[in-house]
């Protein structure tokens, strides 16, 4: 009776750690593609084709991505597409926020989460 309960602890303890570890680097590749597209922005000087590749780079790994430009006249505007961009001489700076599903199937856990950063 002992070997069987700790059998079923040891495979408790594996699928809930594969679980959690699965959600945990669903993180860190979101982590690092924010991280990314932020870098690529900053450097380019926020160009619409380095951002259209930004967008279409979220979207192959399933993500969302969404710049809230600041432009020199104190306005905001918000893009949800690189073609929306007409003028990177007009932006300051840009909020980032790249929204990701995190989920961890053995507890049903799903739920989106926004990373959120400045390209200045």
């Known amino acids: 009776m002992k070997t069987f309960l700790g059998v079923f602890l040891i495979m408790f303890m ?7 570890l699965s959600g945990f680097m669903t993180v ?5 593609l924010h991280a990314q597209i932020i870098n ?3 450097d380019s000087d926020y160009d619409s084709s380095v951002a ?3 967008f279409e780079n979220a979207s192959k790994a399933g993500d969302t991505l969404e710049l809230k430009l600041y432009l020199t006249d104190n306005s905001i ?3 949800t597409d690189a073609s929306q961009i007409t003028s990177s001489d007009d932006i300051e700076k ?4 790249l929204k990701f599903n995190y989920a961890v199937a053995f507890f049903g856990i799903k739920q989106e989460h926004v990373l959120s950063g400045y390209a200045l």
């Open 14 to 20: 594996v699928v809930t750690s594969s679980g959690v």
């Open 28 to 32: 860190v590749e979101a982590q690092n």
């Open 40 to 42: 690529e922005l900053e």
């Open 52 to 54: 259209q590749t930004c």
């Open 77 to 79: 505007r918000t893009v």
């Open 94 to 97: 840009a909020r980032v926020e």
